[in-house]
Each structure stands twice: as C-alpha cells, then as structure tokens.
C-alpha cells in the first residue's frame, strides 16, 4: 500500500486508512484518511535521552484535485517527547508543505493555474479561498525571484499604462526579441532612475525607444551611459492625424447642426485613411473638398497629414533625406491659424529633433508597437482579474507562457538553471498567448481625450 501512496501523493511511510467521498458547504470533496506506519525515534536526537510518548496529531493538508474533485488529506501521526530537554518529535512528510498545508504538487499546480486563471476559479477548484490561492501565487513568485531573472536588452521599450487602483505602470519590453522585460509601479524620474540604476548589465542598454515623455530623458542618460533615445515614430506621426481633426472640428464649428453630422459622418473616417486605403467613394470625398471653398481646409489638412507620414515612409533608409522633407514640410504649412495644430506639430519635432531623427540610426526598425501590445495584454490581465495588485498583475503578464518561451528560446534567462518542465513553463495556451496579441500591428492613433466626437475612426 505504500508503494501505491507514493504513486498517487508522493507520500511515503503511511498507511491508507479509508477514501470517502463528502460535502462541505453544498461542495462535494474526496477525503483520504492515512496513518503514520515509518519508524519512530526512541532517543532524543537533541540530548539522546529517552523520549515517551505524547499522543497523537493530525494533519490536515491539501492535494491537487482527483477525478474532477477537490481532495484533503488526514494523515495520523504520533509524537513523542523527551523530558529532559522538552524537545518534541514529531516524524516528517516528504513532498508535503506544512507551511501550506498541503502537498507539494498542489503547491505547484495552484501557482499554475493561477497563471491561465482566475484565483476564484483555482480556489473553488480547491476548497480553499481566494485569498488563499493569491497567497500562494504571491510566495511562489518571491521563492524564486533569483529564478526568474532575464539578460537586460540591448534594445528597450518603454512605455506607460494606467491601471484603476494601481495608478501608473511603467512597462519595459526587449524589443529585439519581442519579450516582456519587466514592468515597473509608477514612472517618475526618481523611481525610474532608481530602478535603471539597479539594472544588472545597465551599459549594454543601446537603445530604448519611449514615447515624449521627457523624464525619460535623463533616467536613460544618468542610468544607462551607452544608450541613444529615440521618440517611437507612431507616437510623432500619430500627432498628424490629431492635427487634422482639429481642423475638420473647426470647419465644422461654423456650420449648423445637419451639415455638422453629415461632415463627421463623411469626413472623419476618411481624413485618417491614409491615402493608400481610401477607397473610390472616399477619394471621390477628398477631391471635392479641393473644390470647395468651405471643405478646402480639411483637403489641405488631408494633403499635410499625408506629407508628414511621407517623411517616414519615403525615405526609410536616409535621416538626411528625411531631416530635408521635414524642412520643406514645415514650409508648406499654411499660415491660416486653422493650421496652428500643424505647426505645434512642428514644434514638436524641434523641441525632440534629435530624439526623433536617431530613429533612422538605429541599426534595427525600432518601433514600440510591441510595448503598446504588451498594454493591451495588461489590461485585459487586470480586468479578467477584477482588480489584481502589482505583484500578482507583474506576474501574471511577466511568467506567462508565451514570453518565458521567447525569453528560453532566445537564451535570455540567467540565474540558477530552471527545469523547462517546473509549473511555470508548463501549462495550457491561453488566449493571450495567442500570436494575434503579440503583432505589432498596434493602433497608434487614440482619439483626443475630451472630444464630444466619439464617431471617428483611426488608421494608419
């Protein structure tokens, strides 16, 4: 009988006492009795007195679950007791987690589980609560923190995203290899300073791509010395499009309230269609305007916004070429103030001329649209959690089976050697691991915030 306990429960030295099947709370569960049957110390091994008997125990413990029930597991023991030094014996279990009160396996399969799912749905699968199973999540990822540790990139992403309760979260993706590097509470200057300064390997940082926020700016060059930051360009072109909608919002504010819809119904959509992706009826739209003196404005915006995308599509190999068609592209601005968004545009593009145009030094096609596919995948994360905290959101997002793969595949893990078949490489594809969440087809272009005109439409 004990070879047949170690194969079910990995347990040894005990003997099965009865197997039943009953209810708790309207849950049916497997309930296994065993009894202690190894052998028992005669002597203190503390002072090598004799040691008496002191009754018995039991332990009440936790397994993975059998044949679609959740299983406990009673296991009757003795102890004993020296009376001169007081010290108790009681014998030990392996491949049991007394800490946890359960066995190893179930330590193991709710960490996970816990990966894929949701801690409500491992813990009904479990008996045990919620909380319990976040609990465990959380210790597993402490345990082996110096497991789980990647080489820094050479090619960085950053970006931020808010998450309700959380605030801002500060995400960073090894743009080379497409992978989640870390993702990071908050985004100030001091906390990412700090943090960069503590990156193992900080000077083989060359690159890292963000979005304009400035602070960046000398979190990179205090932390990470050998490293060019570059503004990602869907981030700068993205500003084109907001351009033109501003114009079209004030050609439409001095018309009355049919023509404003008819326009925002027929101009919209279209004034963000690249040039490219228009179809006949929407070209046919675009050469009217031309020979309207009321629509011409939202036709030389078009005109504008497809020029400024121009700069980047038609000269993806020469920053000299491209430094030029900006130049002449600011010069065709007109100088009606119903284009003062161009030319704040253009102001910024001079305010980060040299963060902008290293894009085309940078020896890869550096783009962030991976990171913002990372925000996507953290938000849905977050939300098919209810409201996970940091530690268990950053994990959920960081171990999850897609990116531990790339990182192994790409020889990016280091620290101690990590069984390719230990829980947390090991579980079921989830939907967000799926290759259509990891393209970097990403929507560059949300809409203005605080903008009544919610019937638009974004395109590259």
């Not at 070209?283 to 036709?299: D, F, H, T, V």
């Not at 849905?380 to 990182?407: D, H, M, P």
Request: glycine share 4%.
């Amino acid at each position: 009988m004990d070879n047949a306990l170690v194969a079910l429960f990995g347990i040894k030295d005990c003997d099965l006492l009865k197997t039943e099947e009953a209810s708790e709370n309207g849950k049916t569960y497997r309930r296994i009795s065993l009894t202690y049957s190894g052998s028992v110390e005669e002597f203190c091994p503390n002072c090598g007195k004799k040691l008496y008997k002191h009754g018995t125990r039991q332990l009440n413990i936790v397994d993975a679950p059998m044949g679609g029930l959740p299983v406990n597991i009673d296991i009757t023991f003795p102890r004993k007791r020296c009376l001169d030094c007081k010290t108790m014996w009681k014998p030990t279990f392996e491949n049991i987690d007394e800490n946890h009160k359960m066995t190893n396996r179930a330590f193991l399969d709710i960490t996970q589980r816990s990966l894929r799912t949701t801690f409500e749905d491992v813990s009904n699968d479990y008996m045990l609560s919620p909380n319990t199973v976040k609990n465990v999540f959380v210790e597993f990822l402490e345990e082996n923190k110096e497991n789980l540790r990647f080489q820094t990139p050479a090619f960085l992403g950053i970006d931020e995203i808010k998450i309700k309760k959380l605030g801002e979260v500060t995400v960073i993706t090894d743009l080379e290899h497409r992978t989640l590097f870390d993702m990071l509470l908050g985004r100030n200057q001091r906390t990412l300073t700090e943090y960069f300064m503590n990156l193992p390997d900080r000077e083989n940082v060359l690159w890292v791509c963000s979005d304009m926020y400035r602070p960046f700016e000398k979190s990179i060059s205090t932390a990470m010395p050998n490293a060019h930051w570059t503004i990602d360009h869907f981030h700068v072109v993205m500003k084109a499009n907001e351009a033109v909608d501003s114009v079209r919002r004030k050609v439409q504010d001095s018309m009355n309230k049919k023509e404003r819809i008819q326009t925002k119904r027929g101009m919209a959509y279209t004034l963000k269609t690249r040039r490219k992706g228009l179809t006949l009826q929407e070209a046919e739209l675009i050469r009217n305007a031309r020979g309207s003196a009321k629509y011409q404005p939202m036709a030389i915006a078009y005109d504008l916004k497809e020029a400024f995308f121009d700069i980047y599509d038609d000269n993806p190999s020469s920053k000299d070429n491209a430094m030029r068609a900006f130049d002449e592209w600011v010069q065709s601005i007109p100088k009606d103030e119903i284009y003062d968004k161009f030319r704040e545009l253009a102001g910024t593009v001079y305010n980060f001329y040299t963060q902008i145009f290293q894009y085309w030094d940078c020896p890869i096609a550096i783009s962030n649209g991976y990171t913002e596919c990372m925000n996507r995948l953290i938000r849905e994360n977050n939300l098919r959690g209810r409201g996970y905290s940091f530690e268990v959101l950053r994990g959920r997002t960081l171990y999850r089976k897609s990116n531990l793969n790339a990182i192994i595949k790409n020889g990016l893990a280091i620290g101690p050697q990590i069984d390719e078949y230990a829980p947390v490489f090991h579980f079921d594809s989830t939907k967000e691991d799926d290759e259509a969440y990891e393209d970097d087809d990403y929507e560059p272009f949300p809409e203005p915030e605080n903008d009544g005109d919610t019937e638009t439409k974004t395109t590259r």
